[in-house]
């Protein structure tokens, strides 16, 4: 089933393209990676037209948008479960199924019905890790992935 499908929207070759770019897509894309991809073969695209596809495929549900990057926002076409790790250095956004289950005090299970969660965890990937210690593993990385350096910025010495 493709992104339109069911939705009520008209199927234009600009709203098929930005589809068929999401499709699948687990890049994270902004609105603007989006743009660029889809006006190589539509160079008349606007950027309100990839705007408000976006927004219209959101409020269908068939995308979510991520507001895990206080830069920029992004749009992930899985909305199955699933939590999200942010690198800081790069701005990779990464997929998270296993691991981050949530387990909630029984008083609060007791006063709340959870319609849906989402983990959002920051942190250094391996490469910015490697490219901050110069390309040698960094002797100062802790086992929370933080260098020395990001610790400090936090206020620990």
């Known amino acids: 089933m493709d992104l339109l499908t069911n939705t009520g929207l008209r199927r ?15 890049d994270h894309p902004t609105a603007e990676d989006v ?3 889809v006006r190589h073969d539509h160079p008349t695209i606007s ?3 990839v705007y408000r596809t976006l927004g219209a495929l959101q409020e269908r ?6 507001t895990i990057d206080p830069r920029r926002r992004r749009y992930d076409p899985d909305t ?25 005090a029984a008083a609060i299970e007791n006063e709340y019905l959870v ?11 391996r490469s910015c ?6 390309g040698r593993p960094s002797a100062e990385a802790s086992a929370d ?5 990001h610790r400090n910025e936090g206020g620990e010495r």
């Open 35 to 37: 743009l660029a991809a």
């Open 145 to 149: 992935g933080r260098s020395r350096r």
């Open 12 to 26: 234009t070759p600009q709203r098929l393209a930005i589809a068929g770019f999401l499709e699948g897509n687990r």
């Open 80 to 104: 199955g479960p699933h939590h999200h790790l942010l690198c800081v250095g790069c701005g990779k956004v990464t997929d998270i199924r296993d691991g981050c289950e949530l387990r909630l």
């Open 61 to 66: 549900g068939r995308i979510r948008e991520l």
């Open 115 to 125: 319609l849906e969660s989402r983990v959002e965890i920051h942190g250094l990937c």
């Open 47 to 49: 950027c309100a037209t």
């Open 129 to 134: 890790r490697r490219a901050e210690s110069g």
